[in-house]
């Protein structure tokens, strides 16, 4: 562990330094972040005015989903992780040669870039969402315990998301096209994970098939933990399942990891 924390700065500023030559990338990247959740939200504020009476649907008033979808994009910006999408391209390319001759697993590399990333574009996308607020005058009901509470599952489901995606992402060492392991990841995301809506006002064949998967405690949870929405004890427990996963996802990824190597070939090299 000491060997990680000394070569953690390192790791930072070389992942800043390529992320500032790609800065339009970066931007394009993180103005996604915004996009898709302001679609979401224009989508049911339009299902709420057609609705009968046009006031709410299952609960949720328009302010409340332009409070949910505020917090998704907060939340969805600071766990993102795309190692599942890229961790292929080095596999193939031989890339990930020199990485493994390296002291330090490339995990930790990944964690620095990860870290990196959502330092330099929060403090873009800060205005932007306060200027989403600002338009779609949203109703927050959460005080400072749920803010508390909610920045401890935004930790959680941070580390979820990047762990669960990077043990996806290994499949790199079987498989020719792992980006399609990606789309799947994203696109579970969208209906198991609160991307498209709140679960609550989803079927209930989609909240049972939720709960069977880490990806509801990614994104929904913190952000209906930060929204106010969610009980002491309901709080306590998704704390725990996150925490459960999490352990799950450690052991998956070094069970993974170690066949992978054996595995690897260096396609491209």
Request: charged share 10%; net charge positive.
């Amino acid at each position: 562990m000491r060997l990680v924390l000394t070569a953690m700065p390192a790791f930072v500023r070389a992942a800043l330094a390529i992320m500032f030559q790609y800065r339009g990338e970066m931007l394009l990247w993180a103005i996604w972040g915004v996009v898709y959740p302001a679609v979401a939200m224009a989508m049911w504020s339009a299902a709420i005015a057609g609705t009968e009476g046009g006031t709410e649907i299952r609960g949720f008033t328009q302010p409340d989903f332009a409070a949910y979808f505020i917090w998704t994009m907060v939340v969805g910006h600071l766990c993102t992780a795309w190692d599942v999408y890229e961790l292929g391209y080095f596999v193939r390319s031989g890339g990930m040669s020199p990485k493994l001759l390296r002291p330090l697993l490339p995990v930790w590399e990944s964690v620095a870039a990860n870290l990196a990333y959502k330092v330099l574009t929060t403090v873009i996308l800060a205005p932007i969402w306060i200027v989403v607020a600002l338009l779609t005058r949203p109703h927050f009901e959460g005080g400072f315990a749920d803010l508390a509470l909610g920045g401890i599952a935004t930790i959680l489901g941070a580390l979820l998301n990047f762990v669960w995606g990077y043990v996806l992402a290994l499949s790199a060492f079987w498989f020719t096209r792992s980006e399609a392991v990606g789309q799947l990841w994203f696109g579970s995301q969208l209906f198991f994970g609160g991307r498209l809506a709140p679960l609550t006002i989803l079927p209930p064949v989609v909240q049972w098939a939720a709960a069977f998967l880490p990806l509801k405690w990614i994104i929904w949870f913190p952000a209906t933990v930060l929204l106010g929405r969610t009980g002491t004890r309901e709080v306590v427990q998704g704390l725990i399942w996150q925490i459960v996963w999490l352990a799950a996802g450690v052991v998956a990824f070094r069970a993974v990891w170690s066949r992978g190597v054996r595995r690897y070939s260096a396609v491209g090299a």
